[in-house]
């Protein structure tokens, strides 16, 4: 049976920064077109290997610079007449070999490489970034595993879910989960911890004890570290939402597993296998694990309404603390997004 549309979610897209893509996706030269809480924009990569966002409609005439666009050096050329136009959106040259005109500006959007991924800011009252994404050591971890879903949703919602500590249970069958302490918030950083066990299959085993903690920071990005304590093994997963507008989000999850692990804690056969070896192994299977679990959320997301005053119970976890630091990333409502 399929559901009816629900009604729009009704929450402007908040200010923050969006992943559009891993950085090993955009070598020197290459070109995405991406959209971004409604806005059409190309990102670009220079031949020194500078990144930089700028609105997809040339300045020009109008053409679309990812289409039969190319990047000179340190520009981006458009491929309608060859003006070219610097990571500062200004135009460096025109093939006319004429004065540039004033006007031949293309708008930028902040672009910025972190933790191997291309981040875009969007600031929802046009103000430039208010924050930094926290960069991680990635030395001595698998290359990011990678998949993406099409969701109807919005960055919020979707990044409640680490505060939703009921859900848990229901959607992802987590057995004795407790919070590791009260929400942390520090700025546009949110952290929470938890410890749980997972009853549904990891790595082809289930019922293992894992310790989570979740650094939210601004509403698109979710760094989730974990140690899977029966294996002492450490994982990553992100947690990104690229929100295109009209309710639907381009959603990134990737998974990342410490190379120094103790394959013997893992399994006493498996003693002798290279642990560089085994981590890109588990990675792999990982992955196929973490998407699994993200499936069960998109059903709910994908026909769920928003709910300014939830009728919150004792033991849904920390959503009213969530929602009151959610208010920072909406400079352009009075008061936040949020009535609770
Ligand atoms: S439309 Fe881009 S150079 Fe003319
Ligand atoms: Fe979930």
Not at 273 to 282: K, N, Y
Request: some cysteine; overall charge neutral; proline content about 7%.
């Amino acid at each position: 049976m399929t559901s009816p549309d629900p009604p729009a979610i009704g929450l402007p897209i908040p200010s923050s920064w969006y992943c559009l893509g891993l950085a090993r996706s955009l070598p020197r030269g290459g070109i995405w077109r991406r959209r971004l809480a409604g806005r059409d924009l190309v990102v670009f990569r220079s031949e020194s290997g500078a990144v930089a966002a700028l609105d997809a409609f040339c300045p020009h005439l109008g053409a679309d610079l990812s289409v039969g666009g190319s990047v000179k050096g340190e520009t981006l050329r458009c491929g309608f007449h060859g003006f070219c136009f610097g990571r500062d959106g200004g135009c460096a040259s025109t093939p006319y070999g004429k004065k540039v005109p004033p006007a031949a500006q293309a708008r930028t959007a902040p672009a910025v490489e972190v933790n191997g991924l291309i981040m875009v800011w969007h600031g929802a009252a046009g103000e430039a970034p208010t924050f930094d994404i926290a960069p991680i050591s990635t030395d001595g971890w698998t290359d990011w595993r990678e998949a993406s879903f099409e969701v109807r949703g919005h960055p919020q919602e979707i990044a409640e879910n680490s505060a939703d500590v009921g859900h848990f249970a229901a959607v992802h069958d987590y057995a004795d989960l407790a919070p590791d302490g009260p929400p942390r918030i520090d700025g546009a950083a949110l952290r929470v911890a938890y410890t749980f066990r997972r009853t549904r299959a990891l790595l082809g085993m289930s019922g293992q004890s894992i310790r989570i903690e979740v650094l939210q920071h601004g509403l698109g990005y979710a760094l989730v570290e974990s140690l899977v304590c029966d294996f002492d093994l450490h994982v990553r997963q992100l947690v990104m939402t690229q929100p295109l507008g009209d309710d639907r989000v381009h959603l990134r999850i990737a998974m990342s597993v410490d190379r120094n692990l103790a394959a013997r804690a893992i399994h006493p056969l498996l003693a002798w296998v290279p642990s560089g070896w085994l981590a890109e192994r588990i990675a792999d299977h990982g992955m196929g694990d973490f998407r699994a679990d993200v499936q069960q959320d998109v059903p709910i997301w994908s026909h769920k309404i928003h709910l300014p005053r939830p009728a919150l119970a004792d033991g849904d976890g920390p959503i009213g603390t969530y929602r009151k630091w959610c208010r920072r990333f909406y400079p352009s409502v009075e008061g936040g997004a949020e009535a609770s």
